[in-house]
């Protein structure tokens, strides 16, 4: 028996042609740009507006100022890890400033720059990296989802809750940002098909900053860009430079707008860099060279504003030494605020575990109390042994 | 016959991790089939640097950088191993393990027995887990009780430098699932050791007494061996002799070695970091006394880790069985007081 012979091998065994099938949706308005999408230096900064502008730049010089200031707690031992986002500072304030103020905004364990952006006290983001407590703010009161380790993880959480606020009516979207590593986590995928099944009103932002600790975008995914990720699910993916605060301003703005309006999901990918090693503990010269590092520095996301601007007399000395007074003056602060040493009680360790604490934890509870009064005893007798 | 000259063997110190590293290089060394993988394995060497060297002594098909999705590695791994070959898993955290759960659970752990022994998977997962190194949350999860909840699992846990590398090298060989159980606040603990001759030590499932003592036992395990060790110290001042037995190996679990101690010295305290509610010690706890019942002068007690999620790193040392809290229970074990 040849193969030909089997039943249905081939198209000339089918009596009828298949039923006609079509495509769910039309892929070709969902595909990124070839190129990143650009605004700096190109004619489209003609309609930039002044006044948003300087704004981001004075958002930049001060998240690079912050940026500076927790690796510099590192060092002092005020902070047990930093990732820094040196180079990536127009994503993490770009996806800040597009948010009103009842969104809500889902960052990843280096997004803490995001959330100071938004608003939050820069020691309340440093939390939990310092140590004192997991998160160190009220999730709903700043509408900023609690900095999340695991990776990808927050993400179905933020179509969960996109979702749940139109169910209610609400006018409220999620942006929730990810890592190129993170878009290899299952729950990548199946926050992508849930937001894009549900037409959640929430916008992905994959900051592709080319390294995931060690391992480069080539080894952890082989499409074309991560933004063609999104055409698979049925969403609009958009490639944009991540350096170019004003490209991220407006095509993050373009995806809110859109998710506002009942549009559904976007996915964005943001082409950067992480200039700095992953986090302070990392050896970043094990698996880059400096000369990629350089060529980076080259395309800065401070530099690229500060020539528009100030090529285009929208920016003078004056303005850059004022943006840099008000880094300096949120500097300060933080170090203060870091300086002071945390207020801490054991026994919040009992607290919060469940609504109503259990006989175990109270068992417990009262042991550890046990343990403090007798070593605060012990100190005591030292000091004046009378 | 030709006599060969015993080769000098040369003891220095070594850490744990190098230990880990070596137990890798040697069985990939012998056994083309032993293949390492996981996230930053390859150039960086893992994030604790276990993994260091290999992927420029084997290759990185041979020690590979995986994309970052811990579900993806684990089930690869099956597949891998359905095909012949040995997998080494990494896992980076012990917290970064849950996303592989479910092929750890519904898969690893169980192909044996659904094909009727046909299709063995001999995988090792090697996770870092526990407390005590200062890391922010999900750095520092005892997530034993998981494991050795789990039928189908082999779970070690080494304390010792000899240990890592020999019970590394039973859990590469074995042709069974192992989790093993990598103590990182260990990593960097030191023991003169012979990366060239290792010395041998007992295998998979065995226990060890590593101090002998009259008045009572500790059973522990990992992070907790060194603690036990300092508070048996201790306790000599305080006029107790204490034995103290490393499990070693959780899944199985060697009873004979526990019962025979409890029995010597009548009296006995589980101690482990992970919780106390459903952890492991409930189990031991359970076992001991149905074993030795009549030669029990005091009920088993246990000292672990508090029933919470594990806390921040400020406030850690609250929450880890320490040097103090193992005395204050061995008083309690005067139970006629
Ligand atoms: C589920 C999970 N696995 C592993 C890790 C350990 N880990 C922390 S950061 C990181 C790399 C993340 O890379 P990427 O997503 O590209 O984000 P980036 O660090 O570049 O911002 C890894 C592997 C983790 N946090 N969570």
Known sequence: MTVQELPGAGASHRSTPPPAWRPRTDAAPLLPDPEPYRVLGT?????????????????????RRYNAQATALTRQGRLAVYPSTVGQEACEIAAAMVLEEQDWLFPSYRDTLAAVARGLDPVEALTLLRGDWHTGY??????????ST???????????????????????????????????????????????????????LVQNNGFAISVPLAKQTAAPTLAHKAVGYGMPGRLVDGNDIAAMHEVLSEAVRRARAGGGPTMIEAVTYRIEAHTNADDATRYRGDAEVEAWKAHDPIQLLERELTARGLLDEAGIQAAKDAAEEMAAALRDGMNAEPVLDPMDLFENVYAQQ????????????????????????EEDPS | MTTVAAKP?????????????????DAMAEDPTVHVMGEDVGALGGVFRITDGLAKEFGEDRCTDTPLAEAGILGAAVGMAMYGLRPVVEMQFDAFAYPAFEQLISHVAKMRNRTRGAMPLP??????????????????DSSEAYYVATPGLTVVTPATVEDAYGLLRASIASDDPVVFLEPKRLYWSKADWSPEAPAAVPGIGEALVR?????????????????????????????????????????????????ASVRRT???????????????????????????????????LRVTGFDIPYPPPMLEKHHLPGVDRILDTVARLQWEN
């Open chain 1, 43 to 63: 004619p489209a900064a003609d309609r930039l507006d002044p006044e948003l502008m300087r704004r981001c730049y004075a958002e930049l010089v001060r998240g």
């Open chain 1, 138 to 147: 009220d999730p709903r009161e700043r509408r900023i989802a609690p900095l």
């Open chain 1, 150 to 204: 695991p990776l990808a993880t927050q993400l179905p959480h933020a179509v969960g809750l996109a979702h749940a606020a139109r169910l209610r009516g609400d006018d409220v979207v999620a942006l929730a940002m990810v890592g190129d590593g993170g878009t290899s986590e299952g729950d990548f995928h199946e926050a992508m098909n849930f937001a894009a099944v549900w037409q959640a009103p929430v916008v992905f």
């Open chain 1, 358 to 381: 259990t006989g175990r934890l109270r068992e417990q509870a009262a042991m550890l109390r046990a343990e403090l009064d007798a070593a605060e005893q012990d100190a005591a007798e």
């Open chain 2, 9 to 25: 063997t040369t003891t220095k110190p070594a850490t744990m991790a190098q230990a880990l590293n070596r137990a890798m290089r």
């Open chain 2, 123 to 140: 995988i090792t997962i090697r996770v870092p887990y526990g407390g005590g190194i200062g890391g922010v949350e999900h750095h520092s």
């Open chain 2, 211 to 259: 101090r002998t003592g009259t008045s009572a036992t500790l059973i522990t395990y990992g992070p907790s061996l060194p603690v036990c060790m300092e508070a048996a110290e201790a306790a000599r001042e305080e006029g107790w002799d204490l034995e103290v037995v490393d499990l070693r190996s959780l899944v199985p679990f060697d009873e004979e070695t526990v019962v």
């Open chain 2, 266 to 300: 009548g009296r006995a305290v589980v101690v482990h970091e992970s919780g106390g509610f459903g952890g492991p010690g409930a189990e031991i706890a359970a076992r001991v006394t149905e074993r030795c019942f009549h030669h029990l002068e005091a009920p088993v």
